[in-house]
């Protein structure tokens, strides 16, 4: 089993790279995946929402960002691999599109992060097709919607914070047979 239910959500519980293994095949056969990349703050909030929890079920995976989460099942006597963070599987995503050609949707974070953050891709991962670009702070999400739509990303990578992001992914993910993932802060890191 590659599961440990805590709180009443199944983590993936094997290593980082056997998680972007999974994903980067994934990506490669265009299945649609849903990545939630869970710290404590996220499954707690959870427990208090039944809307957000279903929303948590739905993922493909939900993975156990932060130590806290790893502590938590060793207290428990329940396996759980190793902290698997958003941010390291946005720079493993990227470094893999960069090698494998392959194109990225990147939603989140402010105007003047996202022009940091296109500048450093750009820079870093040249072969990586960059076919869009948005701010977190849009008002409508047609729109949005329709250009993610039409540009059939291989991979969507969405910094809204949750549980903005996660939202967005349950509603809007049918659009593009891609990799859609919730990764909170990391733009503002990359960016940084
Ligand atoms: N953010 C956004 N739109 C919003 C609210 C937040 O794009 O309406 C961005 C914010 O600029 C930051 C990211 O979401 O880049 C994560 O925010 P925060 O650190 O609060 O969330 P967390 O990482 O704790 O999920």
Do not use: H
């Not at 910094?159 to 503002?188: C, H, M, T």
Request: net charge positive.
């Amino acid at each position: 089993n590659n599961t440990t239910k805590i709180l009443n959500i199944e983590f993936y519980n094997r290593s980082f790279k056997s998680f972007c293994e999974l994903i980067e095949k994934r990506t490669e056969e265009r299945e649609n995946t849903f990545v939630v990349t869970a710290n404590p703050e996220i499954a707690v909030n959870a427990q208090n929402d039944r809307k957000f929890m279903n929303i948590v079920k739905s993922a493909d995976f939900v993975v156990p960002d932060g130590i806290g989460i790893v502590k938590g099942a060793k207290m428990l006597d329940l396996p759980m691999k190793e902290r698997i963070s958003g941010y390291d599987i946005f720079l493993e995503m990227l470094k893999w599109g960069n090698q494998n050609n392959k194109s990225a949707y990147f939603v989140g974070s402010k105007p003047e992060v996202i022009i940091k953050l296109r500048n450093k891709v750009a820079e870093q991962y040249p072969n990586l097709t960059i076919l869009g670009m948005k701010d977190g702070y849009f008002k409508n999400d047609i729109k949005l919607v329709k250009s993610i739509q039409k540009s059939k990303p291989d991979m969507v990578f969405m910094a809204l914070g949750s549980p903005k992001q996660e939202e967005f992914i349950n509603k809007y993910r049918k659009v593009s047979n891609s990799l859609w993932i919730g990764l909170g802060g990391s733009f503002d890191v990359l960016s940084g």
